[in-house]
């Protein structure tokens, strides 16, 4: 698959601070349609944050970012949402007294409309509604792999379940970007082979990924463009195994993980 | 066909489903115990409580709103009871000689439940960004607003007419029948707290209908997942602001509503019944129950309103039985063993008494094997 | 018609007494996140056991100083073993239980609180016996007493003493260390149990001498009086910033002159429509517009969610 040469998302000089802390300094990014664009760094590096700026979640103190060709800095998260930028948390944010199922039938609100009267007569327009809702669910979970009862709740299933759970959340909210952060974190190599199965699909449905990963396998194999930040700064940009070479890059990780 | 196996079983349990037999029958012997729960508490204790169970559905009822609220939303409310508030007020200043205005019950309750969705906006609009116990400390101080403002609004203009409250308020009248009389139907004598039970009872079982389907409906998943983490529940496209202004509004018109019913009902109200304890005391009815699910909440606003009650019949007595006289002030007994009461029972059930996660439990047995799996599982891995 | 100076006066007098009692609610909150009910009724209870103590010793000839002292001693011996027991019985069981379940504990406690001291001090209001040089002073045109000053430096003083204990010694540094991260804590060893422990008692002694304050203040005592008080404490601490220490004592004494300026200057400023009676109204409105503002308080740190 060739990457298409137009921007989904464009970050210009995003810059952000915790106290004295410059989490992030003049970052830019430019993440084309149907990649997979992988974003590397130690930890503590800003990756995390840099996600939390796309989604909203942060304001950025310099710089802004488009998606789509509109502007969206200084944006809610809830709007973030509905251009289509969907997240899934580093350390996993299911509601976890809800079942899985239901997780996913979450990240259909923001494309359903149902309101009070619908929910309160259920008329024809809101069973239909729920019907699809019910149905796009089921098949979200049957694709992220989770077999379990879809009625188990969420705190019940296990760690890569809950990962692939999150995933099937996001997926939900039909996307055209997917920010996965650190979604292979704590799982065996069976579990991130399935994983870069599921991601594998997602990209071929057509939906742009953008990837934060310690595991240099699951990016070498995955992504078609990397780029490696450090100290709130993005050191390097490019195909991976340039970017593996790249001796500012092994200077970051100190010859370990990266070489 | 997927479908179906949908909806949740209490619902199933409350309105009934054809295709099974047991359900419907568990159904129909609902029915007849809450048709004759009345004359079997006249008959078997008296008619004093057949008011304590009249007033039991009435915070029945601001316990599912406040359910809305703080169950679902996972909102901290400690003022709630000033939408009860406002509600009744409404109720008892357009329909009593306060200001001989008389208008009819379908108007003025109504308006009151309305009243009070605008005050829950109005209250809620500004506050509702902040984090959950200043969000508590904020609806406790409107509350403490709006009964100080009832308590002294008698000057310089008698709008409230103050601590002393509204007197001769207009019973309930459905047409030309007054809930406030005594009725002779279909050869049985009902008498005003006969009546006023069945239509709380009405509203009770309405008010239950739409917590359910509130519940199982988008918009009910969106509150809970608010509950359960905001920051992901936005990063999802919920807009939270709005969602939440939703509960507080919802919330509030069904307190509104309650309101007015009470004030029809005792015919006098005044600010001391919306106090900060009976806002607490809402609190404890959803919390102790089971936040989050209908049956707890309705459990718990039974118990809390008639344990006090029971313990009011049984402290002044048991002491008389067992020393021969009063030895400890009954009133000060009663509400030490209801203290107490709480202690236990969180202690004992933190999740309360019937948790909304239990009965997801419950409707779906395979999910608790599954859990029991996981489990030993993780035990076989010690 | 009192001065503007009185008012202030006033204001400064309860709100010093706020602050000691905020400072009880912040604590517990910075340290378990939890807001501490029953708190207020710990104030009466010191208020009640400190009566009990001085009625027992008036009469023996000590001189009236020892005897406060001696009150004072006991109350505040008797807040923290019950602030101790509350912690055990109501809290710590529940510390990993839903966030509303040690609420509905704190709301318990309080009540049994209440009515125990019903049943054993009675329905009735008790004068508080006078021990302390009560001569007024005249200030410009405004009447200070002494046992008003004795309050406000006493209160200054213990507050002084809270903020060198937290900052400058070994407990203060695990009770931050606590506040900040328990589980990392406990990994450098620090027994959280017992900073908990320690923190919830010197809450409740902190609260015994508030209660004392007011009763010397006011002259007389009753059952029902550390609701009220506990409500308006726990408006300050959040108004300062809940789980901060300066924003309780800030937000005490703010509080304490908005009502007095609110109660003096509302008839006023309405036209004469609202009377002093609103003066709560004031508390609550002042309140409720700060948080709009500043929705994490005075001095609260602004928390950005982590995500
Ligand atoms: N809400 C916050 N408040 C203060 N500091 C923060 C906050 N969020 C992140 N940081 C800091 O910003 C830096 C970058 O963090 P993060 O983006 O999580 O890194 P990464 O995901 O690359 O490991 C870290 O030093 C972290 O402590
Ligand atoms: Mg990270």
Known sequence: ?259 | MMNKKQKPMIQEMIFGNPSSRKAWFVFAALAVALLLLPFATEALLGRGWVRIVDFALLYIMLALGLNIVVGYAGLLDLGYIAFFAVGAYCYALLGSPQFGLHLPFWVVLPLGALLACAFGVLLGAPTLRLRGDYLAIVTLGFGEIIRIFLNNLNAPVNITNGPQGINMIDPIRIGGFSLSGTHELFGITFSPVHLYYYLFLCVTLLVIFVSLRLEDSRIGRAWMAIREDEVAASAMGINTRDIKLLAFAMGATFGGAAGGLFAGFQGFISPESFGLTESVMVVCMVVLGGMGNIGGVVLGGALLVLLPEALRNGAGPAQQALFGKTLIDPESLRMLMFGLALVLVMLWRPAGLWPSTQRRRELSPDAEVAHQEQESVYDAAK | METLLQQIINGLVQGSVYALVALGYTMVYGILGLINFAHGEVVMVGAMVALSAIMLLINSGLPPLLVLLAGMIVAATACMALGYAIERVAYRPLRNAPRLAPLITAIGVSIVLQNLAMIIWGREYHAFPQLLPNSPHMLAGAVINEVQIIIVLAALAVMAGLLVLVHRTRLGRAMRAVAENPAAAALMGVDINAVISVTFMTGSALAALAGIMVSANYGIVHYYMGAILGLKAFTAAVLGGIGNLRGAMLGGVLLGLIESLGAGYIGDLSGGFFGSHYQDVFAFFVLIAVLIFRPSGLLGERVAERA
Request: glycine share 10%; hydrophobic share 45%; with cysteine.
């Open chain 1, 1 to 259: 698959m060739t990457p298409q040469s137009d921007a989904l998302l464009e970050l210009s000089g995003i810059g952000k601070r915790f106290g004295g802390l410059a989490a992030l300094s003049d970052v830019s990014l430019h993440i084309r349609r149907g990649e997979i664009y992988g974003l590397i760094g130690p930890n503590g590096a800003g990756k995390t944050t840099l996600f939390n700026i796309i989604t909203g979640l942060y304001q950025p103190d310099e710089g802004g970012f488009t998606f789509g060709g509109a502007a969206y800095a200084h944006c809610k998260p809830h709007l973030l949402a509905h251009a289509g930028i969907a997240r899934t948390f580093q350390n996993i944010r299911l509601f976890a007294n809800m079942t899985a199922l239901e997780n996913v039938m979450v990240g259909r609100h923001v494309r359903t409309r149902t309101g009070i009267w619908g929910a309160l007569t259920r008329n024809a327009a809101a069973r239909a509604e729920e019907r699809a809702i019910v149905q796009r669910a089921r098949e979200l979970l049957r694709q992220a792999g989770i077999d379990r009862p879809h009625q188990t709740l969420a705190k019940h299933l296990s760690y890569g379940e809950q990962r692939r759970l999150e995933i099937a959340r996001a997926l939900a909210t039909e996307p055209k970007l997917l920010a996965l952060d650190e979604p292979a974190a704590g799982m065996n190599a069976t579990e991130t082979e399935s994983l870069k199965a599921l991601l594998q699909t997602i990209r071929a449905s057509g939906i742009t990924v953008l990837l934060i990963e310690h595991d240099v396998k699951l990016i070498l194999g995955l992504c078609d463009r990397v780029a490696v930040l450090d100290y709130g700064k993005k050191i390097a940009e490019g195909l991976p195994d340039d970017v593996r070479r790249n001796p500012a890059v092994i200077a970051a990780y100190l010859g370990g993980e990266a070489a």
